[in-house]
């Protein structure tokens, strides 16, 4: 099957395994795997004001990370999670200049080093965030997208007669989806950090508590020197005759990225 099977199936078979059929060592190892979570985009977008929200802070908390109108992060920081373990989110620096260039980017932010991005943009679509999402998912990373400030946007058009929340939403998502469209469009998320409990800062908890053993799988494949491969067993589907067949097995995959 390995031989048989091109990479890019490989990794999507792995990727569509459920957790329970990683062999028992490999949970365990599992358990043991950190996620580094990257907080990305253009300065000022509302990062580390993300960062405390996650992290269920008040921007003014003495722990928080620093916010505010001029760019407060340099270097990339690191906030463990307070709730989930194993995770740690990475504050990194923003980016601010026009002649932006996401491989230099990412490769002075040391992007290896984290499994997965938030992309967060406020405001209008920038090329910015989609040549960032591009590099991102161009070094086989996931991410996720997050609009923030939606309270400003909202805000904004309120005035307006015939002005509907829903709609505003509505259109805001359908306008990342459709920038997103050039990179495979992602998880989007809109989100204020001033009001938690409206728009989809709650669906974007829930969803990384539940695609957290789905990532760190991710992780934990991503991490594995090409030499050692990865043992699957038990009820596996296997490649048989044009069609997924569920049967008992065991095989071994390696090389995966
Ligand atoms: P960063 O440079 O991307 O880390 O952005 P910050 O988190 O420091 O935020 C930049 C400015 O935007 C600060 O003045 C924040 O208070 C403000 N800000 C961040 N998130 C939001 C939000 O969701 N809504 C509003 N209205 N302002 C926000």
Redesign the pocket.
């Known amino acids: 099957l390995s031989n048989e099977l091109p990479k890019k199936k490989k990794l999507a078979l792995i990727q569509s395994l459920p957790i329970y059929s990683l062999q028992k060592g490999n949970l365990k190892e599992l358990e043991n795997v950190t996620l580094n979570i990257a907080v990305t985009?253009?300065?000022?977008?509302?990062?580390?004001?993300?960062v405390n929200a996650l992290r269920g802070l008040p921007?003014d908390d003495k722990n928080a990370a620093p916010?505010?109108?001029t760019?407060?992060?340099m270097e990339p920081n690191m906030y463990p999670h307070p709730s989930m373990p194993n995770v740690k989110i990475w504050?990194l620096p923003?980016i601010g200049s026009p002649k932006f260039r996401a491989k230099k980017y990412l490769k002075d932010v040391e992007f290896h080093t984290y499994d997965f991005f938030l992309i967060?943009s406020s405001e209008r679509f920038k090329e910015n965030d989609i040549e960032l999402a591009r590099e991102i998912k161009k070094c086989k990373k996931i991410f996720y997208f997050i609009r923030?400030?939606?309270?400003?946007d909202i805000r904004a058009e309120s005035h307006k007669r015939n002005f509907k929340e829903w709609m505003l939403l509505k259109n805001i998502r359908e306008d990342c989806k459709a920038n997103l469209l050039r990179v495979g469009i992602p998880k989007i998320f809109l989100?204020?950090?001033?009001n938690l409990e409206k728009y989809d800062f709650q669906k974007l908890i829930n969803t990384l508590e539940d695609e957290l053993s789905e990532n760190k799988k991710f992780a934990l494949i991503q991490s594995l020197p090409e030499e050692r491969p990865l043992l699957l067993c038990t009820t596996c589907l296997t490649w048989d005759s044009m069609r997924w067949q569920k049967t008992p097995n065991v095989f071994f995959l390696s090389q995966l990225a």
């Open positions: 985009g253009m300065t000022g977008a509302g990062k580390s004001s993300l921007n916010t505010g109108t760019e407060t992060t504050d923003g967060v923030t400030k939606i309270d400003n989100v204020s950090s001033f």
